[in-house]
């Protein structure tokens, strides 16, 4: 059974530009969260989606978006980047939205601001 | 507010012995706790999940305990080997939330 598949795997951007990185849920899982992973520190959740609607926000500026398609696949999208924004970031399934949902992560993108 | 702290940031047993990670957390409204394990270049791999109404659950080589009077979260692994060297993580859900709130880590080394 395939797992969350996130891509790309790897990307270097530059100051001010965009990017979108993708993630694919375990096959009827309908939610997907997305958390950013600094080095050295614990995933800080950004936001979550279930069924195409925004579930959940974190503490995480404006110029972060997401987006979830009828596939439940699901898209996160950071404009005018910053080097804080190098990391890797995280996708991850559940099977549904709310408490005591188990969440399985991807392999994450690994994002490089230069 | 919420936070999820670890007491220690590395750990280092020899091969074969038990290990045991432990986590703090402040937010008395945390009814789940889930254990990851993390190992370099990977994303996050689930390994055993407890709900507040529960103490002790027991998996493949690993048991989690739960102190709710202390909030206070416990990881044992059985019998370490090398394939279990990476960094865990404590993560809490609390009634409500639609997020995991993780702690820093604890880095697990095996010695020979």
């Known amino acids: 059974d395939a797992g969350v598949t996130q891509s790309p795997t790897h990307l270097i951007k530059t100051r001010g530009q965009q990017v979108t990185l993708r993630c694919s849920p375990i096959s009827g899982h309908k939610s997907v969260s997305w958390y950013q992973q600094v080095l050295g520190q614990g995933p800080q959740f950004i936001f979550q989606y279930y069924e195409k609607e925004e579930r959940g926000r974190g503490n995480f500026p404006d110029r972060f978006s997401a987006r979830q398609f009828p596939n439940y696949s699901s898209e996160l999208n950071v404009n005018a980047l910053l080097l804080g924004d190098s990391a890797l970031y995280l996708c991850?399934?559940?099977?549904?939205?709310?408490?005591?949902?188990?969440?399985?992560f991807g392999q994450g993108t690994r994002l490089t601001v230069v | 507010g919420e936070s999820v702290g670890l007491h220690l940031p590395t750990l280092s047993v020899q091969e074969g012995d038990n290990s045991i990670i432990n986590c703090a957390y402040s937010n008395s409204a945390s009814d789940y706790f889930i254990w990851y394990k993390q190992e370099s270049g990977k994303g996050p791999q689930f390994i055993i999940d407890i709900r507040s109404n529960m103490d002790k659950r027991q998996g493949q080589r690993v048991t989690v305990l739960l102190n709710k009077t202390v909030k206070h979260l416990s990881l044992q692994i059985a019998a370490t080997q090398p394939g279990d060297s990476a960094v865990y993580f404590c993560a809490e859900n609390h009634k409500g939330a639609q997020k995991l709130v993780f702690g820093q880590g604890t880095r697990l080394t095996i010695n020979p």
């Open positions: 991850a399934s559940s099977p549904r939205t709310g408490a005591n949902t188990e969440a399985f």
